[in-house]
């Protein structure tokens, strides 16, 4: 009979653990989402769905036929690039036909920053592209780089005087 008192002694001492405290879990956050660093990121595609992020002046809000947007004289991005060596400035543009029609032969330079890479004139309506290898010493990757196209004369809409240069659909680098 003694034996029971003493079970029932170990047993509630056994009863008496001290649980530990509980706290609500911390609250949950989204990651913050950076600058993507793949070797496309060096090219901004006008449908990109960053591509506004890349926009400095000149480049229409609005894009067109879910590839491309108007531009006004200068239209200009900035790039961050991730290398210097073995690029090549690359970009795809049309020229519309009644932009010629209104203002003759155009001349559209491209500029990497402050320098001037290739200055062409087109005297044809329509798709054109441009390909071309980039000295190293014009780029950087400590900062974004400003890739820039300007157009010589713009369009100038005669019903509401809107002005027009081209329609960008890409610019930026590539490997060569």
Same mark, same amino acid.
Not at 12 to 30: F, G, K, T, V
Not at 32 to 60: C, Q, W
Not at 87 to 97: G, N, R
Not at 123 to 150: C, F, I, M, N, R
């Given at each position: 009979?003694?034996?029971?008192?003493?079970?029932?002694?170990?047993?509630?001492?056994?009863? +008496?653990?001290?649980?530990? !405290?509980?706290?609500?879990?911390?609250? #949950?956050?989204?990651?913050?989402?950076?600058?993507?660093?793949?070797?496309?990121?060096?090219?901004?595609?006008?449908?990109?769905?960053?591509?506004? !992020?890349?926009?400095?002046?000149?480049?229409?809000? =609005?894009?067109?036929?879910?590839?491309?947007?108007? +531009?006004? =004289?200068?239209?200009?991005?900035?790039?961050?690039?991730?290398?210097?060596?073995?690029?090549?400035?690359?970009?795809?543009?049309?020229?519309?036909?009644? +932009?010629? =029609? #209104?203002?003759?032969?155009?001349?559209?330079?491209?500029?990497?920053?402050?320098?001037?890479?290739?200055? $062409?004139?087109?005297?044809?309506?329509?798709? =054109?592209?441009?390909?071309?290898?980039?000295?190293?010493?014009?780029? #950087?990757?400590?900062?974004?780089?400003?890739?820039?196209?300007? $157009?010589?004369?713009?369009?100038?809409?005669?019903?509401?005087?809107?002005?027009?240069?081209? $329609?960008?659909?890409? $610019?930026?680098?590539?490997? #060569?």
């Amino acid at each position: 009979m003694r034996r029971l008192p003493l079970l029932f002694c170990t047993i509630w001492l056994c009863a +008496c653990n001290r649980l530990p !405290e509980s706290y609500a879990p911390p609250e #949950q956050r989204q990651p913050v989402l950076g600058r993507t660093y793949e070797r496309a990121s060096m090219m901004v595609n006008m449908n990109d769905e960053d591509a506004p !992020e890349h926009f400095v002046k000149d480049i229409g809000h =609005k894009l067109e036929g879910n590839s491309w947007r108007w +531009c006004e =004289k200068r239209p200009t991005v900035r790039i961050l690039l991730v290398k210097t060596q073995g690029l090549k400035f690359k970009t795809d543009f049309t020229i519309w036909e009644g +932009c010629l =029609k #209104q203002t003759g032969p155009v001349t559209v330079s491209f500029w990497i920053g402050d320098k001037l890479l290739d200055k $062409i004139r087109y005297d044809t309506p329509g798709y =054109k592209h441009l390909e071309k290898p980039v000295d190293p010493s014009w780029l #950087q990757t400590q900062d974004d780089t400003l890739v820039a196209e300007e $157009i010589d004369k713009l369009y100038l809409d005669p019903v509401d005087g809107t002005k027009l240069g081209f $329609i960008l659909t890409s $610019i930026g680098f590539e490997r #060569q």
